[in-house]
């Protein structure tokens, strides 16, 4: 027979939830349902993790599961938990299969915006794992978890474990000592965030989700739609131009891989990750200059408007007008390469009005 004790007088024990220590229950105060969980914490540690649990009660955010009471039974803490009907990421990429880029950026904007909103209040969750991921029906991912002891974890420890999320939900299994590789950005991204030392600052991590959420990388583009018209082309030009303007410095990334194109075909390059251009796409000089970030456009917009990466002797079949702006871009010789503002010119002749 099931257990139908109640905790607190009020919260009536039922079955459990998946196959973890989680509860359903019914708040027979409130005539809702509720989840709980008993906090199993070593004696010495009671009274800190009841201090962190009530904490985390005051938190509310939309992607945060909330903490609606925390109750002593018996000597042993329990929190009581907001129901969210869903599946745990967990499950859902061992049931079907591993996340498209897009559906796994998507639970990352989420998942960073519960966890910034924790570390303003000054609570870091500690606990970020697929397990404690939800994916509900309409398409929202909460994060469940919070109210445990973080026993002291930093902040940048959250970051490292969504990274480490955020890996499984694309992969299907834990990053370990070897990372996936791949050069698109969100691969790119979780490397560079698990990196013990330099990882990418919040603002870079939010900004690339966000964006890789809802655009396409432009080899993505290309390998759906085809090769692009040189007009399109040369408006995908001018917006990286200035990024690389405003960037200031050498690059190294420019590829098709980190320019994401958005529904109305704007173009955006992601930002600097560190991870290395692929050898189609590397300037053949080897440099760390601006001129070779030039030679690397110059391959990206070859592959845009012919379909294929730059090879030698590769001839331009549907540059059109393009032509004579890629043969510069793709000179050997660093010095015969445009300027950034005789580029913009150049890119802006063919580019619609």
Do not use: C
Not at 93 to 105: E, G, I, K, T
Not at 276 to 288: I, M, S
Request: aromatic share 4%; hydrophobic share 45%; glycine share 10%.
């Amino acid at each position: 027979m099931a257990e139908t004790r109640k905790l607190n007088g009020r919260y009536r024990l039922l079955n459990a939830l998946g196959t973890g220590s989680v509860r359903l229950a019914f708040d027979e105060a409130e005539h809702r349902d509720v989840a709980v969980r008993e906090l199993r914490v070593p004696p010495e540690l009671r009274d800190a993790a009841l201090h962190e649990a009530r904490l985390a009660a005051g938190l509310r955010h939309a992607s945060i599961v909330r903490v609606l009471d925390v109750v002593v039974e018996d000597g042993a803490p329990w929190l009581v938990m907001e129901f969210v009907s869903g599946t745990s990421l967990e499950h859902a990429v061992h049931s079907h299969r591993p996340l498209p880029v897009a559906q796994a950026a998507r639970i990352g904007v989420y998942v960073l915006s519960a966890l910034t909103a924790a570390h303003e209040a000054g609570i870091v969750h500690g606990r970020v794992a697929p397990g404690n991921v939800l994916l509900t029906a309409t398409g929202r991912a909460v994060l469940t978890g919070f109210g445990f002891p973080s026993l002291s974890m930093l902040p940048s420890a959250d970051l490292w474990s969504l990274a480490a999320t955020l890996h499984f939900a694309v992969e299907g299994r834990p990053p370990g000592q070897v990372p996936a590789g791949g050069l698109d950005p969100l691969r790119s991204l979780v490397r560079a965030m698990l990196r013990p030392m330099g990882a990418p600052p919040v603002e870079v991590v939010r900004e690339t989700l966000d964006r890789l959420a809802v655009d396409r990388p432009l080899d993505a583009l290309v390998a759906a739609s085809g090769p692009l018209p040189p007009a399109t082309v040369a408006m995908i030009g001018l917006a990286v131009i200035d990024r690389l303007a405003a960037w200031g410095e050498f690059h190294g990334g420019v590829q098709p891989g980190n320019v994401l194109i958005d529904a109305g075909g704007r173009a955006r390059l992601t930002p600097l990750l560190r991870s290395g251009t692929v050898p189609a796409y590397t300037a053949p000089e080897g440099a760390a200059t601006q001129a070779a970030d030039l030679w690397s456009l110059g391959a990206t917009l070859f592959t845009a408007v012919e379909g294929t990466p730059p090879a030698p002797g590769a001839p331009l079949r549907r540059a059109g007008a393009l032509a004579p702006v890629l043969f510069r871009l793709l000179s050997g010789n660093p010095m015969e390469r445009p300027t950034l503002d005789e580029l913009r010119r150049d890119l802006l002749a063919i580019a619609p009005p």
